[in-house]
């Protein structure tokens, strides 16, 4: 990744803090974070409080001054500031930046969608990938001057504040659109059926399998990360044109397609236009019966 600050490896400007604790030493009230604790947003969901003896395996520790890296399956960016300390689960790395290094930029940093495809690129292990902390420690930390740093760090967590009012103002005109269409097929009545989703569906297609070839430019590659609230964000991947068919032999996508996500995140819908696309892993297409469904 070019920068026109000096590039430095992460394990120079911050500790791979991997100071465990064994289960008897795990004191009751600890705040106890593992990755299903933590979005793909960065946002903490609810850590649990633990008692004595409720965990059974060691764990490491951490701080309100460490980062939290989730290292399984680092594709769902489980990345996270916690302002509090407690105790992890040892597929998430604690991460102490140094004296040289604003937390917040390195934060940031780390989660910029090209550090997690290039995070995934480094794992290991096809049903759970796993990032290896020796690796993470060589990933290369541009260094602006500290006060640029956190320039950096402000603008970004301005940004993430704005985004995260958006997201919270879509969820509630979700709620009410969802509220509108359920009193409609109430209003309906009698003339309205149901039935599953395979029995109305046309076509259903998965995408599985390892990340294809990306290119400068070409096919646009549309990823779960771009499906986003109803509606296609627009990407910034591609793929050759000559690696179309090879990549796309599970199905080609029509306009109308629906798109679902089964992962980072679960469960976002948006419907394909006309554009001629590639679908990456991660993505369902249901192509509805026009007997039944529009």
């Known amino acids: 990744m070019k920068s026109k600050w000096p590039m430095e490896e992460l394990a120079e400007v911050a500790m791979i803090d991997r100071l465990s604790l064994q289960p008897s030493e795990i004191q009751a009230g600890t705040i106890y974070v593992g ?6 947003r960065g946002e903490f969901l609810k850590p649990p409080i633990v008692t004595s003896g409720e965990l059974a395996s060691s764990k490491f520790r951490f701080t309100g001054k460490h980062i939290l890296y989730g290292k399984l399956r680092p594709y769902l960016a489980k990345i996270a500031c916690p302002t509090f300390r407690g105790i992890c689960s040892t597929d ?5 930046p140094g004296k040289r290094i604003e937390r917040r930029f390195l934060f940031h940093f780390l989660r ?10 480094q794992t290991v292990g096809i049903n759970l990938p796993r990032l290896s902390p020796s690796i993470l420690a060589k990933f290369k930390i541009p260094m602006p001057p500290l006060a640029e740093q956190q320039r950096i760090a402000e603008v970004l967590d301005c940004a993430e504040a704005l985004r995260a009012k958006r997201r919270a103002t879509l969820a509630q005109l979700e709620t009410l659109t969802r509220s509108l269409f359920l009193n409609l097929l109430r209003t309906a009545g009698r003339d309205v059926s149901t039935v599953s989703i395979e029995e109305g569906m046309e076509v259903i297609i998965d995408y599985r399998g390892k990340s294809p070839r990306k290119t400068e430019c070409g096919v646009p590659l ?5 499906v986003k609230g109803g509606e296609l964000l627009e990407p910034n991947e591609f793929i050759a044109e000559e690696d179309y068919g ?13 798109l679902f996500t089964t992962e ?11 554009r001629k696309v590639a679908l990456a892993q991660r993505l369902l297409v249901l192509r509805g019966k026009a007997s039944l469904l529009d």
């Open 246 to 258: 090879i990549w796309m032999r599970r199905g080609f996508p029509r306009s109308g397609d629906v």
């Open 264 to 274: 980072a995140p679960l469960g976002e819908v948006a419907q394909l236009d006309g």
């Open 35 to 40: 990755l299903e604790h933590i979005s793909s």
């Open 92 to 96: 998430i790395v604690p991460i102490l």
């Open 222 to 226: 549309i990823t779960a990360r771009v």
């Open 112 to 121: 910029q969608p090209a550090m997690v495809d290039y995070a995934n690129s």
